[in-house]
């Protein structure tokens, strides 16, 4: 004899739903991505193989990687917002200035993880052992990017990687 309910098989289904769309939330998260650039300096002082490890001991995958010697038209795409700060110029010719390493790296958190092996945009207040904190030369000089949340990671590896995803 069935007892079941509508009401039960009404609340089994919703819970069912719950877990799905939990596992699915868990699953974006777990392949998150982040689009990172080694920029002109770091390229120069040889950081790459250093940098890329970093990435790799916490975690995360790189997913595509190239190298790019950006000219003013990529550059500008990519840092359009900063047009008008006293900064833009000297950005627009360091980014410009040789090959940078372009990459998107995928994984659980890829963008907070990211923004901490990299540390804060100023070199002088990023920690030792930061990327930032042991190769950048001053705020704008500073060694990587990396996407600062999901709307400009998508924006950003776009520009680089077009729309494979
Ligand atoms: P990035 O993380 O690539 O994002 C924008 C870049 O602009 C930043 O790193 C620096 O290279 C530069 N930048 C941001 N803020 C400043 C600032 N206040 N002064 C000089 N350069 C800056």
Do not use: W
Request: aromatic share 6%.
């Amino acid at each position: 004899m069935n007892l079941k309910t509508d009401a039960d098989t009404e609340t089994v289904k919703k819970t069912e739903e719950k877990e799905n769309k939990q596992k699915l939330n868990e699953d974006v998260k777990q392949c998150e991505r982040s689009l990172i650039i080694i920029k002109p300096d770091g390229v120069r002082r040889k950081a790459v193989g250093d940098i890329i490890s970093r990435f790799e001991k916490a975690g995360l995958e790189i997913e595509r990687i190239r190298v790019l010697e950006m000219d003013k038209t990529i550059a500008y795409t990519h840092y359009h917002d900063h047009e008008g700060k006293p900064y833009f110029d000297r950005l627009m010719n360091y980014m410009t200035s040789g090959p940078s390493i372009v990459m998107i790296i995928k994984g659980k958190d890829a963008i907070k993880k990211s923004r901490e092996l990299m540390g804060p945009t100023d070199p002088a207040k990023a920690p030792k052992g930061t990327i930032r904190g042991d190769y950048g030369t001053d705020i704008t000089i500073n060694a990587i990017h990396g996407s600062d949340c999901l709307k400009s990671a998508e924006r950003e590896i776009n520009i680089f990687f077009g729309n494979y995803l």
